[in-house]
């Protein structure tokens, strides 16, 4: 889920679209599930630690977008 988010934030500033920490963004997974995270919850996510070497590497890729 915070990846998808991450994905989506990346899209919103590639077209110069900002939003703060309180923006909620909803996460739609196979057009039957939505989830609503919000923003800083993806960025705490981001920057707290990994339990594995793959999600660190997923993590630091994923910062790269933004």
């Known amino acids: ?3 998808a988010a991450v994905l989506g934030m990346s899209n919103f500033k ?3 679209c900002h939003f ?3 923006s909620q963004l909803e996460i ?4 039957s599930i939505v989830h609503t995270v919000y ?3 993806v960025r705490a ?3 707290g630690g ?5 999600e ?3 993590k630091e890729r994923l910062k790269a977008l933004l």
């Open 28 to 31: 739609e997974v196979r057009s």
């Open 20 to 22: 703060g920490d309180m």
């Open 56 to 58: 660190m590497v997923m």
């Open 39 to 41: 923003v800083h919850k």
């Open 50 to 54: 990994a339990k594995s070497p793959k």
């Open 45 to 47: 996510w981001l920057s």
């Open 1 to 3: 889920m915070y990846e």
């Open 14 to 16: 590639k077209h110069d």
